[in-house]
């Protein structure tokens, strides 16, 4: 069952709010109820943000707005993520889980048991086998009260993935989970993920969000995880969207004591690309790493914002953020860091670098900082420009041609971030995605966001270096 929306307005949301009331809320739980009527009313209120937003005046969606959607209601009885998705990293051993068009898909059964206590699949059957384990957490982070995406979405979200580790268990697996988009028309999509790591767990997620084809679409996506005291996640957000894609992807993490979070973030396509991501210190000793690369050409436009919260003393963030803009792209880097008076001795550190291929391509950088505590250690910066022209002559003096200088220079760039992915096996994928990127060979996959149907094939620049050999 689906509903047409053209265009998306806050109007004709709440309609459809109100006309499919019944089967919205069907399978709630009291307390999940009341949080997706406290959302509507705040949605109701605050309704879609627009550039006279300071969080968002570069960022303009009214374009993503006017055109038609469908909304599915309900999964299609064709949607079987198992005939789209077909695809796996090579030598990375993962549990692949899906969602397709917004909604979990699985050939097996929808909510998966290991015998070490791990809970992996559906959220929607996860609300009613274990409310113990998700209600706790479910709508308890996403601020649903100033962000009107998230309350939106807390609204009307019927399903998305559930990954339960419970205390002290390290998952060995790295669990995948990927976002395919896939429909005949244009599509709107609204999903939500749970993430809870108990005491002392141990995770790897791989977060993929891919289209299969050009049509358009609009996803709403959030996503609230805990990672509790002395837990560790690495968590990876792969971006992949063709150039018809509006994505507004909200990830919050709530850290426990001496809780440790790697995080990282590759988008390589998508014509509009919103990451909000948010970090909270709720215990002592916590520490978070947050990078980003972003490869944008065309009219493609990314907006990244990072806010962490200080609210513990003895935490440490570190966030860095790398861009290369190319054509008439244009890109957004809003970093905010937030002391509060108790926490004492942060360290806190935020960066943002900008490559601008092009006098058409635009970066708009505005890392913020608030303190309210002596006793931190605290930085920000800024950098934007083009590639250095005496790194170019000094290459080009020792017989590498221009092309391939160019190449070698935007790849050094950005290997800063690529370098920091754990995972061999995907730092390798990655790579060659970047290189291909890089060199406009990287469309939408036919299979997958990581191209693993040529992984014999990797991408190599064309450099004789014997001539380097010559003349050094």
Same mark, same amino acid.
């Given at each position: ?16 709010? %109100?006309?499919?009331?019944? %089967? ?40 993503? /707005? ?24 090579? +030598? ?6 899906? %969602?397709?068009?917004?909604?979990? &898909? ?30 706790? +957490? ?10 009107? /995406? ?19 268990? #390290? ?20 999903? @939500? ?26 996803? $709403? ?24 894609? !509006? ?5 919050? /993490? +709530? ?24 970090? @909270? ?8 790493? *947050? ?48 002391? %509060? ?16 291929? !092009? ?16 006793? &931190?250690?605290?930085? +920000? ?18 017989? *590498?041609?221009?092309? $391939? =200088? ?5 790849? =050094? /760039? ?52 014997? #001539? ?5």
């Amino acid at each position: 069952m689906t509903k047409t929306l053209s265009p998306i307005t806050r109007e004709r949301l709440l309609e459809l709010y %109100q006309q499919n009331h019944t %089967q919205i809320v069907a399978n709630d739980t009291p307390s999940v109820r009341t949080n997706r009527e406290k959302a509507i009313a705040s949605f109701n209120k605050l309704g879609f943000p627009d550039k006279k937003l300071e969080d968002w005046r570069n960022t303009d969606l009214s374009g993503a /707005f006017g055109v038609g959607y469908d909304y599915p209601l309900r999964p299609s009885p064709e949607d079987d993520m198992q005939k789209v998705f077909r695809c796996n990293i090579p +030598h990375m051993d993962t549990a692949v889980i899906g %969602q397709l068009n917004g909604w979990f &898909v699985s050939k097996d059964v929808p909510l998966m048991e290991l015998g070490n206590g791990i809970i992996i699949g559906s959220l929607a059957e996860a609300l009613k086998k274990y409310p113990q384990l998700t209600e706790p +957490h479910l709508g308890k982070y996403a601020d649903t009260e100033s962000n009107g /995406f998230a309350a939106l979405n807390t609204a009307f979200a019927t399903d998305g993935t559930f990954i339960y580790i419970p205390d002290g268990v #390290k998952s060995e697996k790295a669990v995948q989970l990927v976002n395919v988009i896939q429909h005949r028309e244009n599509i709107f999509i609204q999903s @939500r993920n749970l993430i809870v790591l108990g005491k002392g767990a141990k995770l790897t997620v791989v977060h993929c969000d891919d289209s299969y084809d050009h049509q358009p679409s609009f996803s $709403n996506i959030v996503t609230e995880i805990v990672v509790g005291e002395g837990a560790y996640l690495d968590h990876y957000k792969l971006q992949n969207l063709n150039n018809n894609s !509006t994505l507004v992807s909200s990830t919050w /993490f +709530h850290l426990g004591k001496e809780a440790t979070l790697e995080s990282h973030y590759i988008s390589l396509n998508g014509a509009l690309l919103r990451n909000n991501t948010y970090v @909270r210190f709720n215990g002592p000793f916590g520490s978070a790493n *947050i990078y980003g690369l972003y490869l944008m050409d065309n009219k493609q436009h990314i907006d990244n914002y990072v806010a962490v919260d200080h609210a513990c003393p003895d935490c440490v963030s570190n966030e860095l953020f790398k861009g290369i803009l190319d054509e008439h792209s244009t890109g957004v880097f809003n970093g905010y860091i937030l002391v %509060q008076r108790d926490a004492q001795r942060t360290n806190a550190s935020q960066n943002n670098r900008n490559l601008l291929l !092009t006098d058409t391509a635009k970066i708009n950088s505005k890392p913020f900082l608030e303190i309210y505590n002596d006793d &931190v250690k605290c930085s +920000h910066g800024s950098t934007t420009g083009q590639l250095d022209e005496t790194a170019m002559f000094y290459m080009r003096q020792r017989g *590498i041609g221009e092309d $391939n =200088a160019r190449m070698l220079l935007m790849f =050094a /760039f950005a290997d800063e971030v690529v370098s920091k992915i754990a995972i061999e096996a995907l730092r390798y994928r990655i790579e060659d995605m970047v290189k291909k990127r890089l060199q406009g060979e990287l469309q939408i996959c036919e299979q997958c966001v990581l191209h693993c149907s040529t992984p014999e094939h990797p991408m190599e620049f064309k450099i004789d270096l014997s #001539k380097l050999s010559n003349k050094s």
